[in-house]
Nanobody, 123 residues
Framework: QVQLVESGGGLVQTGGSLRLSCAAS????????MGWYRQAPGKQRELVTN???????NYADSVKGRFTISRDNAKNTAYLQMNSLKPEDTAVYYC?????????????????WGQGTQVTVSS
């Protein structure tokens, strides 16, 4: 299938920046959308942003103007640049991707998740 590996989380002060990466690997035929979700303690997982293969992006209102998603299709990797971080951005960030993978002589749909990376913003 398809595996996602995230990196780049950590601890930062209010107003600081972090850059997350998400690399997809496996028998990938094509990736449609790649995106980031986050889950804070006691809250539901929420969409932060995603980007489609053609480059169209979607952002949660809470991060517009501060976060930027990009992707390198040749590397099957997505990036999340997070600027002007706030304490309310503290959460575990999960990468998600969907598309098609090779399965024998055909292809099948995948919808994969990364293991999550902790982002903590101190006040």
């Amino acid at each position: 299938q398809v595996q996602l590996v995230e990196s780049g989380g950590g601890l930062v002060q209010t107003g600081g920046s972090l850059r997350l990466s998400c690399a997809a690997s496996g028998s990938i035929f094509t990736i449609n959308a790649m995106g980031w979700y986050r889950q804070a303690p006691g809250k539901q997982r929420e969409l932060v942003t995603n980007i489609r293969s053609g480059g169209r992006t979607n952002y949660a209102d809470s991060v517009k103007g501060r976060f930027t998603i990009s992707r390198d299709n040749a590397k099957n990797t997505a990036y999340l640049q997070m600027n002007s971080l706030k304490p309310e951005d503290t959460a575990v960030y999960y990468c998600n991707a969907d598309g098609l993978y090779y399965s024998g002589s055909s292809t099948k749909v995948f919808d994969s998740w990364g293991q999550g990376t902790q982002v903590t913003v101190s006040s």
